[in-house]
């Protein structure tokens, strides 16, 4: 069974770091895409960030560029988000999700196969 | 700019059937999405993957009464014998080079 297993989420004060995980199973790891998707309270899906199998690709949403990293440790089937200098709109349930390709007529999509079911990160005072 | 558009709200009664739809912005009506469900005080499940032409391609487990289909810049979601359970939040998602979009999602109500 495909299984998305986050953790590390918790409340920190702004400016202040934390970093989630993300453990993997049932499925091989190192093959896919990664990404980082969150959802503030009582609002939609926000993308924050993707990386690539081995790594040497990753990308961000602007609002985190600079204060999140993206990584991934495929010999511990875990991926990462370090998250620095953290913002009361950075609140948010934070999921972990596997990546599939697909292209169809000449058009791709890279979109969300398998979930895991989220990591609370409060930054308050 | 890439943007998917989805109405706040629908509802629609026990064992009827809904028809929720997502517009891609002008000049990405050839994109394909996939759309996913959230059910309420749980984390997303992808529902099925939508091309241009209408294909489809469901994830494991996915009922028959879910289906979708397109039309130009829109992508459609199905529901048929609407049950309780298919009461949740319904999101639309693509991608663009390096990065993934969503819409801001459907709530459903079955009433």
């Known amino acids: 069974e495909v299984q998305l297993v986050e953790s590390g989420g918790g409340l920190v004060q702004p400016g202040g770091s934390l970093r989630l995980s993300c453990a993997a199973s049932?499925?091989?790891?190192?093959?896919?895409?990664m990404s980082w998707v969150r959802q503030a309270p009582g609002k939609g899906l926000e993308w924050v960030a993707n990386?690539?199998?081995?790594?040497?690709?990753?990308y961000y949403v602007d609002s985190v560029k600079g204060r999140f990293t993206i990584s991934r440790d495929n010999a511990k089937n875990s991926l990462y988000l370090q998250m620095n200098s953290l913002r009361a709109e950075d609140t948010a349930v934070y999921y972990c999700?596997?990546?599939?390709?697909?292209?169809?007529?000449?058009?791709?999509?890279?979109?969300?196969?398998?979930w895991g079911q989220g990591t609370l990160v409060t930054v308050s005072s | 700019q890439l943007v998917l558009t989805q109405s706040p709200s629908a509802s629609a009664s026990l064992g009827a059937s809904v028809k929720l739809t997502c517009t891609l912005s002008?000049?990405?009506?050839?994109?394909?999405i996939a759309w996913h469900q959230q059910q309420p005080e749980k984390g997303p499940r992808y529902l099925m993957k939508?091309?241009?032409?209408?294909?489809?391609t469901k994830g494991d487990g996915i009922p028959d009464r879910f289906s979708g289909s397109s039309s130009g810049a829109e992508r459609y979601l199905t529901i048929s014998s609407l049950q309780s359970e298919d009461e949740a939040d319904y999101y639309c998602?693509?991608?663009?080079?390096?990065?993934?979009?969503f819409g801001g999602g459907t709530q459903l109500t079955v009433l």
């Open positions: 998602q693509t991608w663009d080079t390096g990065f993934q979009v």
């Open positions: 049932g499925f091989t790891f190192s093959s896919y895409w």
């Open positions: 990386i690539k199998q081995d790594g040497s690709e990753n």
């Open positions: 002008s000049g990405h009506s050839s994109y394909a």
């Open positions: 999700a596997r990546v599939r390709f697909s292209i169809y007529g000449g058009n791709r999509l890279y979109y969300f196969d398998c």
């Open positions: 939508l091309n241009s032409d209408g294909s489809h």
